[in-house]
């Protein structure tokens, strides 16, 4: 047990209201329905791109053309109609801003209400922050303090404009354009995304942050993020991610990749709540997401995620561990409720010599959902004294839920040492008994129990993103006791 | 010939050679029918991504070698467990051996399947439980085309089975490469005790392919305990397909030793279909030169408050490999389940590979369900602490496997199989020292 | 405060209490003794709420009004605490974030705001040094790990920070060496007062060496069969429960 100050204390006393429920009304511009050449290279015309980008998006739809959509996840759902969705949509009076003031203040309200006021933000938590509302970012904050210390951080349509030996240089490096059908379709179709690089030696100062909303209905969104993390840096970046409720089922097809080069750091937290459907399943968001980072030397990358939303999530930020003495971890806590469907985990992939993976998988399922954590961990025969240490838990509420784990452990060197856990628990009548006895009803109760079997990685995460993903997992879970 | 087409081929040959008037006929014919739809299993299916049959299936196996082919009691003794009084059904190239075999029909039955499936007398056992709870895959669809000739084991209430059984089957190598399909039937009646050792044995280096079904009924407080032995030739592979289905309060254990063969997959299946059941899935695997073995187990939890322990150990040196694929399945129905499953493994080269995937599928609130896997190398500070006393490198080595795979060893229920593993685990590790146990 | 009459109870429909009447005052410190499966666990899990037990007859009155169909947590909302005998494990719940939640329920439910965080923390600070509480103490996950002592420890704490009208205390004693037991005991006066009751339940007369009671009752077969001051308890002590089934024949 670490040092528990006084100030620790005061912390964990201090009482934070969250706010929730909203509703925006802001002019899009919206593509016609439907994908082919043509849409791709319209795509990249209104974003003024370079030729290189123009073909690279080109390629990338003629391989998705000849993909299947995959099947071997534990997730059933109506295949989304490709053909159905317009792959671009950007507020209309799209602003070129500087700062904040100039956002158009309905916008602003929308963040206010999500409980991300910026300028609170800015204020306490000394966050940068780039929104990206229906795949066209907005605004980002700090820019200015970042670029003295040489940071860029800015929609990924201006860094292809502004740093596009940067852009050429990593993009699709990680995560290849023929790497997944969803990998593929957004290579050839994202609309933009954040890019984010961080110069040698250079320890960003504040943390960095994306929110994505989807807006506009019929919509699919396909962002494409990609943070650079040059030699010695460090970078913590956090990504936040809303959809307000609507019958029929959205696309969010996003692509991370993170490349931290010798001895950097990349932390990068995700609290994910796209709508996940109402009660009886409609509607909600399709969350097939390809993340991946590739860690040099000494590198270190670690994912953090809390799901919440979305009512099909297919994602697996996953780590390769080329240089010696990488280490890669994944914290992941996934609530399912009603009938949303989670099919999540990771995959580190050990090829230098003594890297170090960590899995921390937390599953909550109530109501009807199925939850299932998928992750595989690869020791190749050139791995030398690599370490992984896997745990996974499952809570289950109520008996119309599916909690399953397939891990998948592959091991080809005679030094690695593996270990791997899973357990299934429930909510014990004792400790809700006892939370009642001590004046807490059941609802809160189980919030607190939730909280609790969650800590591990809620501490993870940055101190005001934890806060909101605590609440999250409270209104998550609302009305699944009955 | 390609196997597929041979064993196609040769199927109108083997019903000419079998009643088809019988009731198991229409059940082969479509177990035929499914082997052809579906095939031989390949890489593909995600049941067989760790293990290729493709090296094996290639031999040109003679599928019902013609001649009757003797062997010497004297040859064959060291693979039985002798010092102790068996019941044994001894198979030799897939025929029953009268001579080496010692059967019963004295208030239970242990004999020959093959009687079994043509005799009015077995008529009513063969129609409840005869391929009632084995799978329509590939392989074991195979086997039940060509179901004929294996152990039938009838145990009647009550029975308390004193002497253990020993299902023995050779193959002697009078064909250039020999492909056998046992077929064994083991009911237990209520309260009824059964304890059963079963080892394919391979008497030349010519290859073999064993690809064996069993399906094991265990009925309300039945006890039975199954040891499975497999020390054979590193040019015989086998897969055994085995079906346990049990009854309230029965406690089934399977003991699966896996030291020799060329390719071994065990597909080892839990039914339970009672309440207050125990399941107990216990093995230890010991590989070396380009050795395989794959353990795929299944414990499907239907009903309430049964449990299951699933302990597995693995040592892999050389270019071996070992894949556990343990798979826990708690319907929505099957409250307060305890399941148990345990994988640890040591690589003692860096040429072995390890592949293990231990799956749950949760769908009721109220169990506990946990799963361990381990991989890592041995103690070096325990080593170091017995060479500091004396104890040279190798056998030190060997003392510490040993205690790594003791926990399976010491649930061994028969005293003489508990010491005959040990000695042949001594002489895998290929050291003198006796075992303590 | 409380009035007990003619309660029975049963669970599974085996029958515990059979017709139990106690009465408990402000500012008194009742104990109820008795051999194993009297019943005394039963009644105080009855008097908290726990919904495992029916009751067939008879009520539970607090400060006049009646209780028996209130939820567990309205129930402590009125000022009832049972420190439990085997206090559950809560993973990841810190014993500060619990107790946290724990004031602030309750204060909600009396339309109060939530306790400014300095409040509380002062607040902690005293009662944890009423029982001897490490600071380090109160970051650990409730419960787990704990020993015997430091559960029991953390129930009376939880106590000190509720400030409760009705307090029992089941099996207090128990899994305590003599220094815990101490503090404990110490503890629990401390907060006595006039204005609040406390019931002990307990098997042995040791803790009434420290927590005086002013009634001490005899639990049997699920009826109060003898009532008297602190001296039952060391009359019971030196002639055991025998006595007392003996003396009912």
């Known amino acids: 047990m670490s040092k528990y100050t006084e100030d620790d204390l005061e912390q964990e006393l201090k009482t934070q209201e969250y706010k929730y429920g909203f509703y925006t009304d802001i002019e899009s511009e919206t593509f016609a329905k439907g994908l082919n050449e043509d849409v791709v290279i319209a795509i990249s015309k209104k974003k003024n791109e370079p ?5 690279w998006r080109l390629e990338a739809y003629r391989v998705w053309k000849k993909m299947e959509e995959p099947e071997w996840a534990n997730v059933h759902y109506t295949k989304p109609k490709f053909q159905d969705i317009a792959y671009y949509s950007a507020p209309k009076e799209k602003p070129k801003l500087n700062s904040l003031d100039e956002v158009d203040p309905e916008l602003l309200d929308t963040f206010k209400r999500l409980g991300i006021s910026l300028d609170e933000q800015k204020k306490l938590a000394n966050v940068a922050v780039d929104i990206v509302m229906d795949s066209v970012s907005v605004a980002t904050t700090f820019k200015k303090t970042l670029g003295e210390k040489g940071i860029i951080f800015m929609p990924i349509s201006e860094a292809i404009q502004e740093h596009p030996e940067l852009v050429r240089k990593y993009l699709g490096t990680v995560v290849p354009t023929t790497d997944n059908f969803y990998a593929a379709l957004n290579s050839a179709v994202f609309s933009d995304g954040s890019f984010c690089y961080i110069p040698k030696g250079v320890r960003c100062p504040m943390e960095l942050s ?55 750091e990349i932390k990068y937290s995700t609290v994910q709540n796209w709508y996940p459907g109402n009660k009886e399943g409609k509607g909600g968001v399709y969350n097939f997401v390809t993340k991946r980072a590739i860690c040099e030397t000494n590198a270190k990358v670690s994912w953090t995620q809390v799901e919440t939303g979305s009512a099909v999530t297919w994602k697996y930020p996953s780590c390769i561990l080329k240089g010696n003495n990488s280490v890669g971890e994944f914290y992941s806590i996934a609530v399912t409720n009603n009938h949303q469907q989670a099919d999540t985990g990771t995959k580190m992939i050990h090829l230098g010599k003594n890297t170090k993976s960590t899995i921390i998988s937390k599953g909550i399922s109530a109501g009807k959902s199925q939850n ?8 190749s025969s050139r791995a030398e004294n690599a370490r992984n240490f896997s745990q996974c838990d499952s809570l289950l509420m109520g008996n119309d839920c599916g909690a399953h784990t397939f891990p998948y452990i592959e091991v080809k060197n005679k030094s690695a040492q593996i270990e791997h856990e899973a357990t299934t628990s429930k909510i014990g009548e004792e400790q809700l008994f006892y939370c009642n006895q001590r004046g807490i009803d059941t609802e809160k109760a189980i919030a607190l129990i939730v909280n609790g079997f969650s800590k591990e990685v809620l501490n993870k995460l940055p101190m005001e993103f934890a806060v909101e993903a605590q609440k999250l997992l409270e209104i998550s879970l609302e009305g699944s006791v009955g | 010939m390609e196997l597929t087409d041979k064993l196609l081929s040769s199927y109108v040959a083997f019903e000419n050679r079998v009643d088809t008037n019988s009731d198991i006929h229409e059940i082969r014919s479509k177990a035929f029918q499914n082997f052809e739809n579906l095939g031989f299993p390949t890489k593909k299916l995600e049941a067989w991504k760790y293990t290729s049959l493709n090296s094996v299936l290639k031999q040109d196996y003679s599928l019902f070698p013609n001649k009757e082919n003797a062997i010497q009691l004297a040859d064959v003794q060291k693979y039985f467990i002798h010092d102790i009084d068996t019941y044994k059904l001894v198979f030799i190239d897939g025929k029953y051996s009268s001579f080496l075999s010692e059967s019963t029909h004295d208030t239970f039955d242990v004999c020959l399947m093959s009687a079994a499936l043509t005799k009015p007398k077995y008529k009513a056992v063969i129609e409840n439980y005869f391929n009632k709870i084995a799978k329509k895959d590939n392989l074991t669809s195979l086997n039940t085309a060509f179901a004929n000739e294996g152990a039938y084991i009838y145990i009647p209430r009550n029975v308390e089975v004193e002497k253990p059984i020993q299902i023995l089957n050779f193959t002697t190598g009078s064909e250039a490469a020999t492909m056998l399909q046992p077929r064994n039937l083991i009911v237990v009646e209520q309260n009824a005790h059964v304890q059963i050792i079963e080892r394919h044995q391979s008497l030349t280096s010519n290859p073999v392919l064993t690809n064996a079904v069993t399906e ?10 199954i040891y499975k032995i497999q020390n054979d030739d590193t040019n015989a592979s086998l897969v055994d397909n085995s079906y346990i289905e049990q009854k309230s309060n029965s406690i089934v254990s399977v003991h699966t030793f896996s030291f020799g063969g060329n390719i071994t997959r065990n597909n080892l299946n839990f039914y339970q279909k009672g309440e207050h059941i125990d399941s107990i899935l216990k093995g230890i695997t010991i590989l070396e030169g380009k050795q395989h073995v794959d353990h795929h187990t299944l414990v499907h939890h239907i009903e309430p408050n049964c449990e299951s322990h699933q302990d597995y150990k693995g040592i892999y040196n050389e270019r071996s490999t070992g894949v556990f694929n343990g798979k826990v399945v708690v319907d929505k129905e099957a409250q307060k389940t305890n399941a148990y499953q345990k994988s640890n493994n040591v690589l003692l080269s860096d040429k072995a590979t390890i592949n293990a995937k231990p799956q749950l599928e949760i769908f009721a609130d109220d169990v506990k369900c946990s799963h361990g896997c381990t991989i890592g190398q041995l103690d070096d500070d325990a080593l170091f602490y017995m060479q500091q006393r004396g104890i040279p490198e190798k056998e030190g080595k060997a003392l510490l496997m040993f205690a790594f795979a003791n926990t399976v060893l010491e649930s061994v229920k028969i005293p003489e199989v508990k010491q005959r593993i040990a000695k042949i685990i001594a002489n895998k590790l290929n050291v003198k020292i006796g075992f303590d146990l | 405060m409380l009035k007990i009459e003619n309660l029975q109870a049963s669970i599974d429909d085996k029958s ?25 666990s039963t009644l105080a899990n009855i008097i908290a709420g726990k919904d495992d037990y029916e009751i067939t007859e008879g009520t539970i009155e607090l400060n006049g009004e009646d209780i028996s169909e209130l939820a567990p947590e309205e129930r402590a909302h009125n000022g009832v605490f049972l420190s439990f005998q085997y206090p559950v494990e809560i993973p990841g719940v810190s014993v500060t974030n619990f107790i946290k939640t724990a004031i602030n329920e309750t204060r909600k439910a009396k339309g109060l705001e939530d306790m400014p965080a300095k409040d509380m923390l002062k607040m902690i600070r005293e009662k944890s040094e009423l029982l001897e509480i490490d600071r380090k103490f109160l970051s650990r996950s409730l419960n787990e790990g704990f020993s015997g002592g430091e559960k029991k420890r953390n129930e009376i704490f939880q106590m000190a920070m509720l400030e409760p009208k009705l307090a029992i205390l089941d099996e207090t004693d128990s899994g305590l060496d003599i220094d815990a037991l101490r503090i404990v005991a110490n503890g629990v006066n401390k907060l006595k007062s006039k204005d609040n009751a406390v019931i002990v339940i307990t098997h042995y007369q040791r803790l009434l060496d420290y927590i005086v009671p002013d009634f001490v009752h005899v639990l049997h077969n699920g009826k109060i069969v003898k009532s008297g001051d602190a001296s039952l308890a060391i009359e019971l002590e030196a002639k055991g429960y025998d006595w007392i089934k003996q003396e009912l024949v």
Request: hydrophobic share 40%; net charge negative; aromatic share 8%.
């Open chain 1, 51 to 55: 030729q290189w980008m123009t073909d």
């Open chain 1, 210 to 264: 994306t929110y994505f909303r989807i807006n506009e209905g019929g919509t699919g969104q396909f962002e494409r993020t990609l943070v650079v993390a040059d030699k010695g840096s460090y970078v913590s970046y956090l990504e936040g991610c809303t959809a307000p409720s609507r019958d029929e089922n959205q696309l969010h097809a996003a692509v991370v990749e993170l490349i931290a080069l010798d001895d950097s």
């Open chain 1, 372 to 379: 299932s954590y998928r992750g595989l961990v690869q020791i």
């Open chain 2, 216 to 225: 094991v009924f265990a009925a309300k407080d039945a006890t039975v305990d």
């Open chain 3, 16 to 40: 515990i209490l059979k017709g139990l009447n106690l009465e408990v005052k402000a500012g008194e410190v009742h104990a109820i003794m008795g051999p194993n499966g009297a019943g005394k």
